[in-house]
């Protein structure tokens, strides 16, 4: 009966320990010190995108309008295709202001899952402390076990095309950029792979 | 000095004070008798819209565009062709969206708040939204048309629009342009270009 327990603990920590996904990985010596993200630092620029929400099999879809108001920070909103304001948040890295929101959408959980993506969306420094090879791309890691951060760039160019976000080794959300000019996102998806979530965001351009 | 500066004053303030005046109980009777007659003979409508969308942090408004179509009693459709492709249609008590080819259908029936947008939208695009009974009304005029500034009575409205501001045409009664004010007091404004009445409408239009 001993054993048996014993083997019942075995089985149940090795497969409640996944490994990182830089085991996979080769390490690669001399890599950056850190990254810049392009996508979100100018400032006097409106950045409007066309996006949906998908959440646990319901759709909300409209204008995302993103502004740098300030060192780090940010005024987001998001109206409907008609105009109404759905929310409009000013985020910075450690607090936001919540201007306004739609009372469907003013929860704390919503609120604070919106904050924490966009905080995600719009960080542009990386301090970078390893570097890794899968055979096609770069991969940079930003940040500790507990919540780490994987830029992915392919070996020719500069341009970060992916961010992975592990808190330990399970894959919370990542954020897919589809790029023009390398500077700016035309298109970009948010994925949770925690929670039902997906956030998808095509550039707007009005005449 | 004194008099220079109250020159200034009053070159500054006058023409603010002298675009928009109250208008009187006359006036008004006559005004409301004019829109209804000019609503009661839309059997369809259609126009090309430019919206506007004001939120303070921005120095300039997001601008979309695109074509109206409204038939009796209740079909209306909205499609905007820049920046991007996207259509919401009212019809029979459903409302409609095409969203850049992903299409979904939602029964107003159940959705109260959409059942009263969507007699709100059409009444602003009618004109005969002016229903003292759901909004405190004060009316104004100016050279260049007359105003209708409408202030919901229904709670649950009140929380999505603080007031609808309508401007109409002088001479033909028409909706020119409306205004919709959050209570965050950002807004949206709609002007429609290009009106023609009661013109054949295919009713494809209505379709998704």
Redo the contacts between chains.
């Keep these: 009966m001993r054993y048996f327990l014993i083997n019942l603990m075995l089985i149940f920590l090795v497969t409640s320990c996944g490994a990182l996904p830089e085991a996979k990985w080769k390490a690669v010596e001399n890599g950056k010190k850190s990254i810049v993200l392009p996508y979100f630092t100018r400032e006097n620029i409106?950045y409007?995108y066309?996006t949906?929400v998908a959440a646990y099999g319901k759709?909300l879809?409209g204008?995302l309008?993103i502004?740098k108001?300030g060192d780090e920070r940010f005024?987001v909103?998001m109206?409907t295709?008609?105009?109404?304001?759905l929310f409009?948040i000013e985020i910075s890295p450690k607090d936001y202001v919540l201007?306004?929101a739609?009372?469907d959408l003013n929860r704390k959980i919503i609120i604070n899952t919106l904050v924490s993506d966009f905080r995600l969306l719009l960080k542009s420094q990386y301090k970078i402390d390893a570097t890794f090879n899968d055979g096609v791309h770069l991969i940079s890691k930003s940040g500790g076990k507990d919540d780490a951060f994987y830029l992915f760039q392919t070996d020719a160019s500069d341009v970060v095309f992916k961010i992975e976000n592990f808190k330990g080794d399970k894959k919370k959300k990542e954020i897919l950029y589809a790029t023009q000019n390398n500077v700016f996102a035309r298109k970009i998806i948010i994925e949770h792979f925690d929670i039902k979530l997906k956030m998808t965001m095509?550039y707007?351009?009005?005449? | 000095m004194k008099i220079r500066l109250l020159f200034l004053f009053c070159l500054f303030t006058f023409p603010a004070m002298a675009q928009l005046q109250p208008m009187s109980s006359s006036e008004i009777a006559t005004f409301k008798a004019g829109v209804n007659f000019a609503s009661a003979k839309i059997s369809s409508m259609s126009a090309d819209f430019d919206?506007y969308?004001h939120?303070d942090?921005?120095e300039?408004d997001?601008?979309?565009?695109g074509q109206i179509n409204f038939k009796q009693p209740d079909l209306l459709a909205?499609q905007?062709q820049?920046?991007?492709n996207?259509s919401?249609i009212f019809k029979k008590g459903k409302v409609l969206v095409n969203?850049?080819g992903?299409k979904?259908s939602t029964d107003v029936g159940g959705n109260k708040l959409f059942a009263k947008l969507n007699t709100l939208i059409i009444g602003s695009v009618r004109g005969n939204l002016l229903d003292e009974k759901q909004f405190d009304i004060k009316y104004q005029k100016s050279a260049v048309g007359n105003f209708a500034t409408l202030v919901p009575k229904d709670s649950a409205m009140k929380?999505?629009?603080k007031q609808i501001e309508l401007k109409f045409d002088k001479a033909s009664n028409e909706v020119m342009e409306v205004r919709?004010i959050?209570?965050?007091d950002?807004f949206?404004k709609?002007i429609f270009k290009n009106r023609k009445l009661n013109t054949q409408i295919s009713d494809a239009i209505f379709s998704n």
């Design positions: 409106v409007s066309k949906n759709e879809s204008i309008i502004k108001v005024r909103a109206t295709e008609f105009g109404n304001t409009d201007i306004t739609v009372e095509e707007s351009v009005a005449d | 919206q969308k939120l942090f921005l300039n997001i601008k979309s565009s909205w905007y820049k920046p991007y996207y919401i969203d850049g992903k979904s929380k999505y629009l919709l959050e209570s965050s950002d949206t709609i």
